[in-house]
């Protein structure tokens, strides 16, 4: 089975992604189940993890009511204001909902690039642990270092790289070099794991395979293929590719792996992680 390990749906019109303008003319309209279906099935994706894409739990809420009309989302990674006092009890409130499989606090949108260092998070990192959750980190390269400290911190807890920590890859080399370094210390930590999504986002655009084979390959060669995920962070794949696009140049660039090895990144993977 193929899961896609990361996809987002969303409404506009609820009124809580505040990074969501109408600027951003291609995403600036309600994403569903229906939109994804075609493509999909296409891709041979047969169900997917459903993101967080508003700091709110009102938006948690609204994902895990589309995850029990649609059999195609398997779980959801919600959004917990995690340093609240009562973040331990809404944890485990949501927790009682099977689909509802972690949390994402938006690192890279916090002011303070160190903000997951805070030991008054404590609480609510044991209540995941406690309730099998996982944690979704969206950080870039200047997050990975406290991420690295966070991880040390918390060896029972399951953490998750979203879009390989987002290299800026329109930077080039120089750019590259300190992102290889952060990951490479990361991936030291069994109980960390990454997402093979989001690398076309930061791609120049005309992006093809050999514009992102040397990331994914460092990827592949810091956590190997037991501690990847394919992802497509589609609808905002959007912006800068497409699902079909980047299924096919994923499966490209994974092709050198055994059969095995290319389940588990395009699916196996992900079910295990999130016990899905």
């Not at 870039?140 to 029972?156: E, G, I, V, W």
């Not at 992102?212 to 589609?234: C, I, K, Q, T």
């Amino acid at each position: 089975m193929q899961i896609d390990a990361h996809q987002h749906y969303w409404d506009p019109a609820r009124g809580d992604y505040g990074w969501l303008t109408p600027e951003l003319r291609p995403l600036y309209r309600t994403f569903g189940p229906a939109d994804l279906e075609p493509l999909r099935t296409r891709a041979g994706v047969e169900r997917t993890v459903l993101v967080q894409a508003a700091p709110t739990v009102d938006e948690t809420r609204y994902l895990l009511t589309l995850a029990q009309r649609d059999a195609s989302i398997a779980g959801v990674v919600g959004w917990v204001p995690l340093l609240s006092d009562d973040a331990p009890a809404l944890i485990a409130s949501l927790a009682r909902d099977p689909k509802f499989k972690g949390v994402r606090p938006m690192l890279q949108d916090l002011p303070d690039d160190d903000w997951i260092a805070n030991p008054a998070l404590q609480p609510a990192i044991l209540a995941l642990i406690e309730h099998d959750l996982a944690f979704d980190a969206l950080v870039t390269t200047r997050h990975l270092a406290a991420l690295d400290a966070f991880a040390a911190r918390y060896p029972s807890l399951p953490i998750v790289i979203d879009h390989g920590a987002k290299p800026a890859i329109r930077d080039g080399a120089a750019a590259m070099q300190t992102w290889e370094s952060g990951i490479a210390r990361l991936a030291r930590r069994p109980n960390v794991y990454c997402k093979l999504s989001g690398l076309a986002t930061e791609a120049p655009e005309g992006w093809t395979e050999t514009t992102l084979r040397p990331y994914v390959e460092h990827l592949l060669n810091a956590f190997g293929p037991s501690r990847m995920m394919w992802g497509s962070d589609w609808p905002v794949l959007d912006l800068n590719g497409d699902y079909l696009l980047w299924h096919s140049v994923a499966s490209t660039l994974l092709a050198a792996l055994t059969d095995a090895e290319r389940d588990a990144i395009f699916g196996l993977n992900a079910m295990a992680f999130y016990r899905l």
